[in-house]
């Protein structure tokens, strides 16, 4: 099996993580998959924040009301921001950086969980990208997209079964609905 396919297979959403540090030159590579990604017309749309301070950390849990908790006990986050006012394809610029940093970060040995940010409230219906942006000091056009959290796997998860895959999504010559759907 190629190196690739082993990584995506491989690759689940860690959200329990050891308290210990990444290693600066795995954020590094991190990183450097990130601004490697491809964007449309290059443009680069993205910006990533990483933040390490744990009350930060602790404060960006609380940014939506479901699914971010756990990043009070994450090492790291890498927030990653588009900017609209660099083009109307800043959500998947920014998610195609976001996923390929993922994968760096399973390639490094490292677990990662996307938490969402755009369209999402906190528990009193402020919503998520508010309160990041105020937490963290956004510019005006800049919009946070989601929150990585990184660090040391402290869970296992099963790695992909491809005989589970569903086959039924992939239509050919034209979309033919079957059965299940
Ligand atoms: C667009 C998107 C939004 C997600 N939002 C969250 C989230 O807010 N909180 C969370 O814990 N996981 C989130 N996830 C992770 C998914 O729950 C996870 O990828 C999915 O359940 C499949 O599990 P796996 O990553 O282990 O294969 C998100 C994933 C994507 C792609």
């Known amino acids: 099996m190629s190196n690739f396919l082993n990584l995506i ?13 990444v290693k600066p030159e ?19 749309s993205w910006e990533f924040v990483v933040v390490e301070e744990k009350s930060v950390l ?3 849990s609380a940014c939506k ?15 990653i921001l588009g900017n609209e006012l660099k083009t109307d394809v800043w959500i998947e610029d920014a998610s195609i950086a976001a ?10 040995g490292l677990g990662s969980c996307w938490i969402q940010v755009r369209n999402r409230n906190d528990a009193q219906g402020i919503a ?22 990184l660090g040391v ?18 239509h050919l010559g034209s979309f033919e609905q079957t059965q299940a759907e």
Not at 28 to 38: C, D, F, R, T, V
Not at 99 to 108: K, T, V
């Open 65 to 79: 009301a479901n699914g971010a908790s756990f990043l009070a006990n994450a090492p790291i986050a890498i927030v």
């Open 128 to 149: 998520a990208e508010e309160n990041v942006c105020e937490l963290l000091n956004i510019p005006e056009g800049y919009h946070p997209l989601c929150i990585l959290a």
């Open 58 to 60: 602790k404060q960006l």
């Open 9 to 21: 297979i491989k690759r689940r959403s860690t959200r329990k993580f050891k308290e210990e540090f």
């Open 99 to 108: 996923i390929i940093m993922q994968l760096q970060a399973e390639e490094q």
């Open 26 to 44: 795995q954020l590094e590579q991190i990183l450097k998959a990130g601004l490697m990604a491809p964007s449309s017309k290059r443009c680069m």
């Open 153 to 170: 796997k402290d869970e296992e998860k099963t790695p992909f079964d491809e005989s589970k895959l569903k086959w039924e999504k992939v």
